[in-house]
């Protein structure tokens, strides 16, 4: 059986329905590619290639979509590339006529001038007619837009990396004790201390991510008393202020 995916632009909801499977039947077979593009400047385009194995002798179809999500991930992995802000969703219906082996359909993505980490999103194939995919999975590419801005520090100033392995980090704060405290969106609270960022969350919170937009746990702020009271308090989009203690072991 396969599962054909559509997926809802404005609310990036995945739904599947039962049908015949993609995978693996016939003699014809889609031979999908990502597509890597830097990021450039204002309104770009990136370019996405579905070939086949061989040349049809009846006309093949497939449709496509962008995509938020992937169905073979958790539901709350979510890609970094965010629609209607990194990228234009797009979908539509790929047509190879008899003896055509190569189809291409494009997607808008806007560049800036801003220091940031490379983006994806994902293409999802579906109701495939003439052709089937090999493997499992093949019918998921993805579409990368690679950060190619300089960083621009004014004199005196470089960058210097303090860690790594965040989870959407939002804000970092210093603590009068000298402690980093970094918030990730989806709840964590970590601390680097010592250079090093600690294995364990110091807190996690409750937050509701919706679209990871502006949502989740976006700030922190200490206590006046934070010395002796070892208080912190958390900021966190729809949802009301938590205030904390710190424990002062870690």
């Not at 449709?63 to 169905?71: G, H, K, L, M, V």
């Not at 004199?155 to 303090?162: Q, S």
């Not at 201390?193 to 969350?201: E, I």
């Not at 922190?220 to 205030?243: H, K, S």
Request: hydrophobic letters at 40%; a negative charge; charged letters at 15%.
């Amino acid at each position: 059986m396969r599962s054909n995916f559509f997926i809802s632009a404005a609310s990036a909801v995945l739904l599947l329905t039962i049908g015949p499977s993609v995978h693996g039947q016939g003699s014809v077979f889609f031979n999908p590619s990502n597509s890597f593009v830097p990021e450039g400047n204002g309104t770009n385009s990136m370019t996405f290639v579905l070939t086949l194995s061989q040349p049809p002798t009846n006309v093949v179809t497939i449709d496509y979509q962008t995509s938020a999500t992937n169905p073979y991930d958790p539901p709350s992995y979510r890609a970094s590339a965010l629609a209607n802000i990194d990228y234009v969703p797009t979908n539509g219906t790929l047509t190879f006529p008899p003896g055509s082996t190569s189809q291409t359909f494009t997607v808008i993505f806007f560049g800036d001038i801003l220091k940031e980490p490379d983006k994806y999103f994902w293409v999802i194939y579906g109701n495939p007619a003439g052709a089937a995919f090999r493997r499992l999975g093949d019918e998921i590419v993805s579409g990368y837009i690679f950060d190619d801005d300089p960083s621009n520090f004014l004199p005196g100033f470089k960058a210097t990396e303090i860690a790594t392995g965040l989870n959407f980090p939002t804000r970092m704060e210093f603590a009068p004790d000298g402690r980093l405290f970094i918030c990730e969106q989806e709840g964590n609270i970590r601390i680097v201390k010592g250079g090093q960022l600690l294995q364990t969350a110091f807190l996690t919170l409750n937050v509701d991510t919706e679209d990871l937009a502006e949502a989740g746990l976006l700030g922190l702020a200490f206590d006046p008393g934070f010395v002796t009271n070892q208080r912190t308090i958390g900021l966190a989009a729809l949802r009301q202020m938590e205030i904390l203690r710190a424990p002062t072991l870690r």
